[in-house]
Nanobody
Framework: QVQLVESGGGLVQAGGSLRLSCAAS????????VGWFRQAPGKEREFVAA???????????YYADSVKGRFTISRDNAKSTVYLQMSSLKPEDTALYYC?????????????????WGQGTQVTVSS
């Protein structure tokens, strides 16, 4: 079992930065893959980024085209936390952001891969 709690959302001006945190509890954190998704009102849940374990302590990061070059996903296994550093924020980044954990590999861009979800944290970018 993995429990996830997001934090760090808030209101920010366009062009600003924000760092989201996903704190995990459970004894298998280092062995799970973690993704970030977002959902704006009236829209489908959208893949944002994922950090995937290749083997041992090697991880690879993946990003949606819409955030590539602006967002960075990272993890600190000692703190059982995954981060999403967001910069150059745009109004279209406004959404409820969720982190999610998957116990096994697959299509990391699909919500259906993930077994555990946090409650979400709201990010609002004003123009």
């Amino acid at each position: 079992q993995v429990q996830l709690v997001e934090s760090g959302g808030g209101l920010v001006q366009a062009g600003g930065s924000l760092r989201l945190s996903c704190a995990a509890s459970g004894r298998t954190f280092s062995g799970v893959d973690v993704g970030w998704f977002r959902q704006a009102p009236g829209k489908e849940r959208e893949f944002v980024a994922a950090i995937i374990r290749s083997g041992g302590s090697t991880y690879y990061s993946y990003y949606a085209d819409s955030v590539k070059g602006r967002f960075t996903i990272s993890r600190d296994n000692a703190k059982s936390t995954v981060y999403l550093q967001m910069s150059s924020l745009k109004p279209e980044d406004t959404a409820l952001y969720y982190c999610a954990a998957a116990a096994r590999g697959g299509n990391y861009g699909s919500s259906s891969l993930y077994d555990y979800w946090g409650q979400g944290t709201q990010v609002t970018v004003s123009s």
